[in-house]
C-alpha cells in the first residue's frame, strides 16, 4: 500500500523536516521519500493538508480485558486509542487476574500484534498488587513489561520500595510508585478544599500525596535505581520533585489530563464522573501543574485512561469508583493550554523515558505518526465517546483540533 501526504506541517524535533510543510511517500510501512513536492499517481491514497508527528504514547492507560470485558475489550480498546491519536499504551495491571507474571505479560505483548495502536505492558509490582511481596519482576521484563507498578496503590511499606528500586538496577527497571497515603486520605473523595465543606463531601488533603513522595524520593536517594510518580496534583509535589531533579536523582513524573484542566469548582452538582484519583484540585494547583509542564519539571501527560461500567458510576457520590476515560481527549484539552509543539512533546515523551520504540520521521525510518488538524472546535459529548464504557469527565468540554488518525508500519 502507498501513501501520499500532501502539504504536511512535520512536528518532529529529532527530524530534520521539523517544522517544515512537506510531502511523505509512506510504502509497506516505510517512508521512502520526503520532499516539498511529490507527484501523486492514482495508486497512491493521498492525505492532504495536516499536520503529522511521531506516534503519540500513553503512560497510564486500562481496559479491561481480561477479567473486565465489559468495561472495555482489548480490540476495542486499541481502536479507541488508534482513533484517539496514539500508536504506543502503556498498559496497567488493572485486569483480573493481575498482570504479575510472565506469561500474562506475554499474554498482552501478543494481544496487540498486527494492531495499529501497540500495548507495553506495566507490570504488577507486588503480587496481586496487595503490597506484600515483590512479584516476578525480571521474568516480567524479559517478558516486555516496560515499567512495575501498582495501579493507585501506594507502596505503604518503604523497605519494600527500597529492595524494588534495588533489584531493578541490573536490568534499569523502573519502579513506579502512586503518591496518596491512605491513612491520611481515609475516606476522602475529593480535594480538601472549601468546595468539600460547602457539598458536605469528605477531603483528600494535599498532604497524602506530599508526604508519599518526600518519602520515596529519600528512599530513592538511598537506594538509586528509576521511579516514576505517576499523576501527581500539586505544587508541592512538583517542588519536591525539582528539588530530587537538581540533585541528580533518576526520576520522573506524569499529570492526568483531567488536572491539568478541571477544577473542583465542577463538583457542585456531584457528577461521579468527577470523582477521580487524583482528586480534581482548586485553580492555583491547576495553574501550578500547568507551569510544570512548560517549564519541563513534569516529564508527560497522560490520559489516566480508565474504564468503568455504569454500575461503577451510577452511585451516591462517595460510593462511586474513582476513574475517568480520556483518550479521546487529551489532544483536544492539551491543545487549548500549551503550545502545539509542547503539546506534542508531552504526548511523546514517555517513549524516552520507558524504552518504547521511537522512529523519527525522516527518510527509510518506519512509519509511525499520527496525523491532525489543529484549527476548528468541537463540543465532546456522549455521541463522541468511542469506548465502551462512558465515564467521561470531559462532557461538555470543548476540543481544539481534530486527530484524523495513524500510520504505523
Known sequence: MKTLLKTVTIIDSSSPYHLKKQDILIENGVIKQIAPEILSTEEYKVISNCYVSQGWADSSVSFGEP??????????????????GFTQVMLNPTTHPIS?????????KKASEGSTTQIFPIGALTTQSQGAYLAELYDMQQAGAVAFGDYKRTISQ?????????????????VISFAC?????????????????????????????????????????????RLHIPTISTKKSLELITQAKEKGLDV?????????????????????????????????????????????????VTSDHFPLDIECKAKEFDLADFGTIGLENSFGILLQHFSLEKTIEMLTNAKKRFGLPSYS?????????TLFTIEGESIFTVNSIKSSSKNCAFLGEKMKGNILGVITG
Open 67 to 84: 477479567g473486565y470485558e465489559e468495561r472495555e475489550t482489548l480490540n476495542n480498546g486499541l481502536q479507541v486509542a488508534s482513533q484517539s
Open 252 to 300: 520522573s513524573c506524569s499529570v492526568a489530563t483531567y488536572n491539568l484542566h478541571l477544577t473542583d469548582d465542577v463538583l457542585d452538582n456531584f457528577n461521579t464522573n468527577y470523582k477521580l484519583l487524583p482528586p480534581l484540585r482548586n485553580l492555583s494547583q491547576v495553574e501550578a501543574l500547568q507551569e510544570g509542564v512548560k517549564n519541563g519539571v513534569i516529564d508527560m
Open 181 to 225: 497515603d491512605s491513612s491520611i486520605m481515609g475516606k476522602g473523595v475529593v480535594n480538601e478544599h472549601i468546595s468539600a465543606t460547602r457539598l458536605g463531601l469528605k477531603g483528600i488533603p494535599a498532604l497524602a500525596e506530599e508526604i508519599i513522595i518526600a518519602r520515596d524520593l529519600a528512599v530513592l536517594e538511598y537506594a538509586g535505581g
Open 158 to 174: 518503604a523497605n519494600l520500595l527500597k529492595i524494588a528500586l534495588q533489584y531493578t538496577q541490573p536490568f534499569n527497571g523502573i
Open 100 to 108: 504479575d507474571t510472565r506469561s500474562q505479560i506475554s499474554y498482552l
Open 361 to 369: 520521521i525522516k527518510e527509510g525510518a518506519k512509519a509511525n505518526i
